[in-house]
Nanobody, 119 residues
């Protein structure tokens, strides 16, 4: 069974930084892509950043502030968040597209980690 474990969330002041981590474990043949999403109360879950091989993709609202990276040897994806704003406050979810069997690929989610940015 695939398991995604996130860490690194917390409370910071505006302008501060946090680094989120997500470790993937379980019966895995290949991790095709990984990403971060976030969801604030009363809002839909939205894409923050994704990484597939060496290609990265960012939402407009985090460009220049957040950086996604991946350590393939550790099956881990990171999100470095700088210049945080109060509107960044949300639950941040790790996401991975994973092949677990020869003819089966599925999308998996972490439990989420709370990021709170104070004014």
């Amino acid at each position: 069974q695939v398991h995604l474990v996130e860490s690194g969330g917390g409370l910071v002041q505006a302008g501060g930084s946090l680094r989120l981590s997500c470790v993937v474990s379980g019966s895995i043949l290949r991790i095709n892509a990984m990403g971060w999403y976030r969801q604030a109360p009363g809002k839909q879950r939205e894409l923050v950043a994704t990484i597939s091989d060496l290609i990265t993709n960012y939402a407009d609202f985090v460009k220049g502030r957040f950086t996604i990276s991946r350590d393939n040897a550790k099956n881990t994806v990171y999100l470095q968040m700088n210049s945080l704003k109060p509107e960044d406050t949300a639950v941040y979810y790790c996401n991975a597209n994973i092949r677990t069997r020869l003819y089966f690929t599925d999308v998996y989610w972490g439990q989420g980690t709370q990021v709170t940015v104070s004014s």
